[in-house]
């Protein structure tokens, strides 16, 4: 009996929110890690430089979330991961893999020309969220074949597989912004370039509503003026 009237002083509340003058409160915002990198400095601290009165409340994670029914505002996924009932607002570049060694690697180790060369080096095997093992994508001429590497360590976070590359260890896996400032160092070296596959740009997004916060509409508006998209 009470359903209906709760569902009434909700909606008035969203409704307030949305009226506020000054953006405040909490925005919830769920991504993978490696998106959470690459728009960390360009929108959120920047949106929190002006907008010092609204907290955000980022978490990451692989798996893909209903962002809606687990209570977030927003997500940060690769456009093609973003579900067809939201509003996506396109964030970078489009964005590709990497296979990376260190010098020290390659000092002892022939570098591979061609996927199948993989075979014959250490490799770093990846467990995604769901449990399953990662098999390495490649771009052959035009079709994706993915291929199951084997060597001496299976990891689930970017970070530790980054710190076993670096250690010399074997090779390894990543979205390029993960090892970015090591490769410009020349603390990693790339190779099979030429069979990097791309991935369409990260994207915010979120539901169509009628009622959304003032700190909403600010993120939103911040993140289509920092792409280059109209704000209306």
Not at 117 to 122: K, N, P, S, V
Request: net charge neutral; charged share 20%.
């Amino acid at each position: 009996q009470v359903g209906p009237a709760l569902q009434e002083i909700h909606g008035a509340m969203e409704l307030a929110k949305g009226q506020q003058a000054t953006p405040s409160g909490v925005l919830r915002i769920n991504a993978f890690a490696t998106a959470a990198r690459e728009v960390l400095s360009p929108l959120i601290l920047e949106y929190l430089r002006r907008y010092p009165e609204v907290h955000i409340d980022l978490v990451t994670e692989g798996r893909l979330v209903d962002v809606v029914a687990d209570g977030f505002d927003l997500g940060v996924r690769i456009a093609d991961l973003v579900p067809t009932d939201m509003i996506a607002v396109p964030l970078g570049r489009t964005l590709h893999y990497v296979v990376v060694g260190s010098p020290s690697y390659f000092a002892t180790h022939p570098k591979p020309k061609f996927p199948g060369d993989l075979a014959g080096h250490r490799c770093i095997r990846v467990r995604l969220p769901n449990g399953a093992l990662f098999r390495w994508p490649f771009d052959v001429r035009g079709e994706t074949v993915h291929l199951d590497v084997t060597g001496p360590i299976t990891l689930d976070e970017a970070s530790l597989s980054r710190a076993t590359v670096l250690e010399g260890l074997a090779l390894g896996f990543f979205m390029e912004p993960d090892v970015r400032s090591d490769i410009d160092a020349g603390r990693l070296v790339t190779v099979l370039d030429d069979f990097a596959v791309r991935r369409p740009p990260i994207c915010l997004y979120y539901p169509s509503r009628r009622n959304s916060s003032a700190a909403l509409k600010a993120f939103i508006g911040l993140a289509r003026e920092l792409s280059g998209r109209p704000t209306g």
